[in-house]
C-alpha cells in the first residue's frame, strides 16, 4: 500500500488543522492506520492509531483531547484533526499501516508515508 500524507502547514498557537493520509495500491481496509510526529532533534513517537473498521482508536496520552483520528473508506484516507495547536505540536507527521491489530510502536508498521511538516508559531 502507497501512503501520502498532506494538509500540514505554518499555523499559529490555537488554530486547527486537518491532516490527510491517503492510501491507494491494496486494498485500504486491510489496514490498521497510525499516525506519527517527529520533533525536530527528536525521534519518531507515535500519536494515534484507528482499526481498519474505524471502530477502534488508539491515542498516545500527550495529544489525548486535541486530536481526532478517523477515516472514510470509501476515500481511502485517514484524517488526524489537530485543534488547539501548541508551538510543540511542531514536527513532520507521518501516517502508517500495517494489517492485523492496532498498534503504537513504530516498528509494527510496515509502510509509510513521506510526511507533512506541522510548524506552530507561538
Known amino acids: 500500500v502507497q501512503l501520502q500524507a498532506s494538509g500540514g502547514g505554518l499555523v499559529q498557537a490555537g488554530d486547527s488543522l486537518r491532516l490527510s493520509c491517503a492510501a491507494s495500491?491494496?486494498?485500504?481496509?486491510?489496514?490498521?492506520i497510525g499516525w506519527f510526529r517527529r520533533p525536530p532533534g527528536k525521534e519518531r513517537d507515535f500519536v494515534a492509531a484507528?482499526?481498519?473498521?474505524?471502530?477502534?482508536?488508539y491515542y498516545a496520552d500527550s495529544v489525548k483531547g486535541r486530536f481526532t483520528i478517523s477515516r472514510d473508506n470509501d476515500k481511502n484516507t485517514v484524517y488526524l484533526q489537530i485543534n488547539s495547536l501548541k508551538p510543540e505540536d511542531t514536527a513532520v507527521y507521518y501516517c502508517a499501516a500495517r494489517e492485523y491489530y492496532v498498534a503504537g510502536v513504530r516498528s509494527d508498521y510496515e509502510y509509510w508515508g513521506q510526511g507533512t511538516q506541522v510548524t506552530v508559531s507561538s
Open positions: 484507528i482499526s481498519q473498521s474505524g471502530g477502534y482508536l
Open positions: 495500491g491494496h486494498t485500504f481496509t486491510n489496514y490498521a
